[in-house]
């Protein structure tokens, strides 16, 4: 059977590597991923928010401490899970599930945003899981995510100093592996056009497209920030549900 994008995170090595990569000064996630999220979401004060594939729920804790009226984090990597109850403990209204978010119930009318950040591209089918996103938020809630880019997950490289990116394979939508940080991780390439449909015959409105561009003020380099206006990593979408 293939691996699924949590048992990447649930091997010790990859797990380690991964958290450590995180804690990197100008990692992608902070300088170009976590800046167009916080814009997306805005005020998120009294808000209910699910997070899908939450990772440590370090994001949890920050909205918590914003002010969200209650954070729900679901998380399929039992390593992961358990790094988001011990980074949950003592915050009032902050949970994890450890589950699957395709095995997750979505219950009616139950919360305002739902935050997906860098775990859809892990996913085979989406169209069920936008129904159940739709189905859990109250009209007018919000459906913001982050994927890796297309332009990247359509050709898959080993990871490294990207300085320039040849894109194949573009329409031809489906399975991908690629070597990172020493393990193989199993991704699921869809178009630009694909997640926009999905979202729209899930019965969102699309409010916001919108790709990582570099803001200079996110990066101490130069360099870096040269370098990041070379090739977009990732792709945002904002549904809202009408009514
Ligand atoms: C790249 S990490 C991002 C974690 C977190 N959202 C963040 O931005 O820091 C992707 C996370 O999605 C989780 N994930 C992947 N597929 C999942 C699924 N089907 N259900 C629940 N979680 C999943 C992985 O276990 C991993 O923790």
Request: hydrophobic share 35%; aromatic share 12%.
């Amino acid at each position: 059977m293939r691996d699924n994008g949590t048992d990447f995170y649930d091997n010790d090595a990859n797990f380690e590597k991964y958290m450590q990569r995180r804690q990197w000064q100008e990692n992608a996630n902070d300088t170009l991923e976590k800046p167009v999220i916080m814009e997306l979401l805005g005020d998120c004060s009294d808000r209910h928010i699910l997070d899908l594939g939450c990772g440590d729920a370090g994001f949890g804790v920050e909205l918590l401490k914003k002010g969200c009226a209650a954070y729900m984090g679901i998380e399929g990597s039992r390593k992961m899970a358990e790094a988001s109850e011990s980074n949950l403990t003592g915050l009032n209204n902050g949970t994890v599930q450890h589950m699957r978010m395709e095995d997750y119930a979505y219950p009616p009318d139950a919360y305002d945003v739902v935050i997906s950040r860098l775990a859809i591209h892990y996913l085979q089918d989406i169209a069920g899981l936008f129904r159940g996103i739709h189905q859990t938020l109250r009209p007018g809630g919000r459906f913001i995510f982050s994927v890796e880019h297309p332009v990247i997950t359509s050709t898959l490289q080993p990871s490294g100093m990207r300085t320039n990116w040849v894109v194949d394979n573009y329409f031809i939508e489906g399975y991908r592996e690629q070597q990172w940080l020493g393990g193989t991780v199993h991704k699921y390439h869809r178009t630009v056009e694909d997640y926009f449909t999905a979202l729209t015959e899930a019965g969102f409105r699309v409010a916001s497209l919108r790709e990582s561009k570099p803001v200079r003020e996110h990066f101490l380099t130069e360099e870096t920030y040269e370098r990041r206006r070379r090739i977009p990593l990732f792709l945002f979408l904002e549904g809202v549900k009408k009514g």
